[in-house]
């Protein structure tokens, strides 16, 4: 039979972790509610610490790139442009694309692995406007894409890459690059809630975005494509990305060009923010 | 809106079920303010989706549960202001550091930066984790998680924590530890609705247990009540003294409420009784009397034989069956 112990005062461990409670207890009064931007950026700062304390998920961000860009300049470079150095003229741009947008599969793929984890029930048992998680994490994000963009403006400087519209043209690709790219991440965050596995939203998210990166104009003019592939490259939103972003590193970008990536960005946001808003509540 | 206002937890009815699984099945619950209230039942019985129903995690398919007055489904920010939830795994992120899972939760509940880091500090001194402030908590043992679990839930001091299975697993003394915290949080008048699969959890802490098994509330009461509905026990009390008899017959009989029987034992008494808190005040009673008691037992049936008689199997047996189980959501 149970014996009922009045309090917990069993010890004397125990008496000292009581009183400290209680006066502890006392000290928690809710302070005002913080603002949407406010949690979001904590949210930010979360995902600083996990790179900061899981450094290696940022090689995925640096490694490639240098492979990717090494890879194709010397591969491709003097077959199609008669020289590696002319080469990389025009592929830089669209090689920067390729990293970046190859990058916001991680997007879904941390989240859906994030979001098994029980901390993510706390997170949403908390009273603060309801997107700052997800929000917080496409912050984050938008981190790492800098940091591939700037490995992979790096790397292209060093191998004899001179764009004419210098460090103004180069900061606004990169700029207009991540405004994009932080679009295109709601559709992973989208996948990221639906397909129950990480893996899955690998797989499905590199399927889904191969034949957009490779069927467009990063790697050759689409003029020596057969027209059928050329139709579709015509369409395919990454041959306008890139169109943009060897616009605005030439120094020739026109308004129509960047305006076009704006709004792609913006219906993305329009139409995957509240889907990927609308799973996060069932889950 | 319709509620009481000393009912910290009200639920009717409540209905979850994921394809076949009724995982909840009309499930009712009244917690009242300022007790622990003891949700017990084996792995599986719906204990964690009624708790993630009722903080605003999951969606129930019928029924309704107010929060001190606030309907979880029309006010679920209301009710999210008021609750905190120290899930059954893993409830704060194991990448980080005590101190910075503190700060993070204090940033979000509105603290300065300043004063996040003041809380977090003092916290993790209340909890005696101010060793281990710096060190990732996936390095943490089991005791010192689930400590920081729990300190994750007060960094603002909630109305009702919800405590999902907070020692399964737990070691007797990182057990104990647990349950000291939960009485003194009790003490600072939060109310706390806990769920275990063990029997003397809920008996040491609880002041109400529901029973649940298959979704479904098979008892209510205190452990007392629990143990007195499948056999009314007895109190058995035993005086120094046979001449005081009369009057401790006269005394108990008051204060049980019950005809209290004269043994053949000159110095015995005893009674049927339903409620061993009743037992605690009668016996107190005696005392203050100046009728020396010289030994009482009560011959209740455990809550092991509670279960049993209510669901045909033995609590303990039932939670062995499927260890490490996860939800998927
Ligand atoms: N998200 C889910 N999808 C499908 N089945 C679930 C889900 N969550 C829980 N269940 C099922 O519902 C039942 C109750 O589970 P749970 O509430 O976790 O019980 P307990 O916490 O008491 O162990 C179990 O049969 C479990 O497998
Ligand atoms: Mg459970």
Redesign the pocket.
């Known amino acids: 039979m149970s014996t009922h112990q009045p309090t917990a005062a069993k010890n004397g461990v125990a008496t000292a972790v009581d009183e400290n409670l209680i006066a502890t207890l006392t000290a928690g009064s809710r302070p005002p509610r913080p603002s949407g931007v406010t949690t979001a950026l904590t949210f930010g700062w979360r995902a600083m610490l996990k790179i900061k304390h899981v450094p290696e998920q940022l090689f995925d961000v640096t490694l490639t790139p240098i492979i990717f860009t090494l890879m194709f300049t010397y591969l491709f470079g003097g077959a199609l442009a008669g020289s590696v150095e002319s080469y990389l003229q025009f592929l830089l741009p669209g090689i920067l694309v390729q990293t970046v947008i190859l990058t916001t599969v991680y997007t879904g793929f941390t989240l859906n692995t994030d979001i098994s984890k029980g901390v993510f029930d706390r997170f949403r048992s908390l009273p603060i406007w309801r997107p700052s998680p997800l929000v917080g994490a496409l912050l984050g994000d938008a981190v790492r894409y800098a940091v591939a963009s700037t490995v992979v403006v790096v790397l292209g400087l060093v191998l004899g890459f001179r764009p004419d519209g210098g460090v103004i043209g180069v900061v606004g690709a990169v700029v207009i690059l991540l405004v994009f790219a932080s679009g295109i991440g709601w559709i992973f965050t989208t996948l990221g809630l639906i397909l129950r596995t990480p893996n899955a939203v690998m797989g499905v998210g590199m399927m889904i975005i191969m034949p957009f990166t490779f069927a467009s104009n990063i790697f050759v003019d689409p003029s020596t494509m057969p027209s059928w592939l050329q139709s579709f490259v015509d369409v395919n939103p990454i041959t306008h990305l890139v169109t943009a972003e060897r616009g605005l590193m030439a120094g020739t970008a026109s308004a129509g060009d960047i305006g076009w990536v704006l709004l792609a960005a913006a219906a993305l946001t329009a139409v995957f923010g509240p889907l990927t808003m609308y799973l996060y509540r069932r889950r | 809106m319709k509620s009481t206002p000393d009912l910290a937890v009200e639920a009717t009815g409540l209905i979850k079920h994921?394809?076949s699984?009724r995982?909840v099945d009309g499930i009712d619950l009244a917690v009242p303010a300022g007790t622990v209230y003891g949700v017990l039942?084996p792995?599986?019985?719906?204990?964690?989706?009624a708790v993630r129903i009722l903080t605003t995690l999951q969606q129930p398919d019928g029924g309704t549960a107010t929060v001190l007055g606030h309907d979880i489904q029309r006010e679920p920010d209301t009710v999210r202001s008021l609750v905190s939830l120290t899930g059954?795994f893993a409830s704060v992120d194991e990448d980080l550091t005590g101190t910075e899972n503190l700060v993070l939760l204090g940033r979000l509940l509105g603290y300065s930066r300043s004063q996040a880091r003041r809380r977090a500090d003092d916290l993790l001194t209340a909890f005696g984790l101010a060793d281990a402030a710096d060190r990732q908590v996936k390095k943490y043992s089991g005791g010192m998680r689930r400590r920081i679990d729990i300190a994750a839930s007060i960094v603002v001091t909630p109305e009702v924590l919800f405590l999902d299975e907070p020692t399964t697993g737990l070691d007797p003394r990182s057990r104990n530890q647990v349950w000291d915290i939960i009485r003194v949080l009790v003490s600072g008048g939060t109310t706390v609705l806990l769920?275990t699969q063990y029997l003397d959890e809920a008996d040491q802490l609880a002041d109400r247990i529901a029973v649940i098994d298959h979704g479904k509330v098979i008892a209510e009461g205190t452990s007392g009540e629990l143990k007195a509905s499948v056999g009314a026990g007895a109190v058995h009390v035993r005086l120094r003294d046979p001449v005081k008899r009369p009057d401790a017959e006269r005394h108990l009989t008051k204060a049980l409420g019950v005809p209290v029987l004269l043994e053949h034992d000159p110095v015995a008494l005893s009674a049927r009784v339903e409620d061993s808190d009743l037992v605690a005040r009668a016996i107190s009673g005696l005392i203050a009397a100046g009728i020396e008691v010289a030994e009482f037992s009560l011959g209740q049936p455990s809550l092991d034989e509670v279960f049993l008689a209510l669901t045909g199997r033995p609590a303990e047996e039932a939670t062995e069956d499927a260890p490490g189980?996860e939800?998927?959501?």
Not at chain 2, 43 to 49: L, R
């Open positions: 994921f394809g699984t995982a039942g792995n599986g019985a719906g204990k964690t989706t059954q769920t189980e939800t998927a959501a």
